[in-house]
């Protein structure tokens, strides 16, 4: 079977370097329809609204509602089908919400909005952890705060609002409010990074505290709220300065956490989180701040990333001799975490993998409109990140895409593209992204595509939580991604 998969897949990998590659994305609707009820059976477990992380409760145990992950998989429910379609899920995660915000907290000195995770029953995590954890009210918040402005479009929406998630009161406050809140005069403060491994200054926590903060601004102001408004606001901009110490010029990398910290050491800083963050955190204002998903920092810290895990996982060279695109990817190269316990050898994981294939299909997106909008702007290769182009161009080139136009980013030209050349770098990096998921479907096929935390580093075979949510939702997230830039082509 795995043999006939290689074959088809690596037949298929670029549809002939055209537009056919569009047609033949690398999941199908059927795939996607499967998977969707996969993830789907992770949420509002019980019925109490909790998002479970994982059902399995045995090597190890992820049957928990961790904040950060139930944020970020609600928010891709939100938008990839609205407070329509999922109105049930997202009616009983707000009353969870509601209710878990305001119970005591039984772990000594902790605020509750910190708290990582809960049990199903909706009770706190009692026992050791790494807390607090201060990137899950900022992403709460970014989710509900969707809610908000989905419902604000409806007849009577404001009115719904300011009795669920909004309203200025601070004795009382419903959640958007408090969460906010919390962000707003908790940002300084130091916190566990999102692979629960490192207490210090994260960029993936700033990046979200910051984007949870504008947008908080926008709705506070639309609900009445003018002095919270301009509060968030200028707390936001705040964050700036402190997200820009992240930035390593001399190395073209924006480092995750911040040194001196209290965990592993990271090789050169480099971590996915900082691409998962630039993608969670992405506001309009990124795009000429230096963080967005398509801007030169980013895109410089993604290629330094990819080049650290060249030769880690020998499963992308024995993927390489198959003929399959793409190439795996996990959180940091010197992981030692195996999906089971630390002190082993990691693996590639399934949701960092999603999160290169979407950075690729937003620079995919970027590209296309500078080639198809006046407005838009163009593509300008720059030193920084003239590395990732040029690795999507060489790779897309690689399994059939004729580089007509942008054989000179290849070799190290810069400047400004062409209409002509912008497409072409579109249809590269559509290749690009989707030669990591076909990966991904290779080595999840023979498993009716659930779809694990990590994959074995040596054999591709899953490893450590099945069906985990987070995956499900990288993924989701990542096709909206090619699904916009494909529309532009």
Not at 123 to 140: E, F, H, I, M
Not at 194 to 223: C, N, S, Y
Not at 227 to 238: E, I, K, R, V
Request: proline content about 6%.
């Amino acid at each position: 079977m795995r043999g006939l998969i290689t074959a088809v897949v690596a037949a298929a990998a670029l549809g002939g370097g055209g537009a056919a590659a569009f047609d033949n994305p690398p999941f199908n609707d059927t795939e996607i329809s499967m998977m969707m009820g996969y993830f789907l059976k992770n949420v509002n477990v019980g019925g109490n609204g909790a998002v479970v992380a994982a059902q399995s409760t045995t090597h190890p145990n992820y049957n928990f509602h961790w904040v950060r992950d139930a944020a970020i998989c609600m928010h891709v429910l939100l938008k990839r089908g609205g407070v329509d379609t999922y109105s049930d899920q997202v009616n009983a995660y707000i009353g969870w919400v509601s209710k878990v915000q305001h119970d005591s907290d039984p772990n000594s000195g902790m605020m509750i909005e910190g708290e990582p995770k809960y049990y199903l029953s909706g009770s706190v995590y009692d026992q050791p952890w790494c807390r607090p954890q201060n990137d899950g009210p900022a992403l709460r918040a970014i989710a509900l705060i969707e809610v908000a402005n989905q419902m604000l479009q409806k007849p009577n929406g404001k009115q719904w609002v300011q009795t669920h998630l909004y309203d200025a009161t601070l004795s009382n406050p419903l959640p958007v409010k408090q969460d906010l809140e919390f962000v707003a005069h908790h940002w300084v403060d130091q916190c566990c990074d999102p692979w629960e491994e490192i207490f210090g200054d994260h960029f993936f926590t700033k990046i979200v505290q910051r984007k949870a903060l504008i947008d908080g601004a926008a709705l506070a102001e639309v609900m009445g709220d003018p002095g919270a408004a301009a509060y968030y606001s200028q707390q936001a901009a705040l964050i700036i300065p402190a997200i820009d110490s992240h930035w390593n010029a001399n190395t073209g990398v924006i480092e995750e956490s911040k040194q001196p910290y209290t965990g592993p050491p990271k090789y050169n800083g480099l971590d996915v989180a900082v691409i998962i963050g630039a993608l969670l955190g992405d506001t309009p204002n990124n795009a000429t701040d230096h963080y967005g998903p398509t801007s030169d920092r980013v895109l410089s810290t993604a290629q330094q990333f990819t080049n650290s895990l060249q030769g880690v996982y020998t499963v992308n060279q024995v993927d390489d001799g198959r003929g399959l695109p793409g190439f795996l990817v996990g959180r940091y190269p010197n992981d030692t975490y195996d999906g089971y316990e630390t002190g082993q050898r990691g693996n590639p994981w399934v949701l960092c993998s999603a999160a290169m294939a979407e950075l690729s299909y937003h620079a995919a997106r970027a590209a296309a409109a500078a080639a198809t909008t006046p407005s838009a702007p163009p593509v300008v290769i720059t030193r920084l990140n003239q590395p990732f182009y040029a690795n999507a161009l060489a790779a897309a080139a690689q399994h059939g895409l004729a580089l007509t136009h942008t054989a000179g980013v290849v070799k190290g030209e810069l400047g400004e593209l062409s209409s002509e050349a912008s497409a072409e770098l579109s249809k590269a990096l559509v290749s690009n992204g989707d030669g990591i998921f076909r990966r991904v479907r290779f080595h999840t096929t023979g498993g009716e595509l659930h779809q694990p935390e990590e994959l074995n580093r040596d054999t591709g075979f899953e490893q450590g939580a099945g069906d985990l949510s987070w995956s499900y939702g990288g993924i989701m997230s990542a096709l909206m991604a090619r699904d916009n830039a494909v529309a532009l082509l």
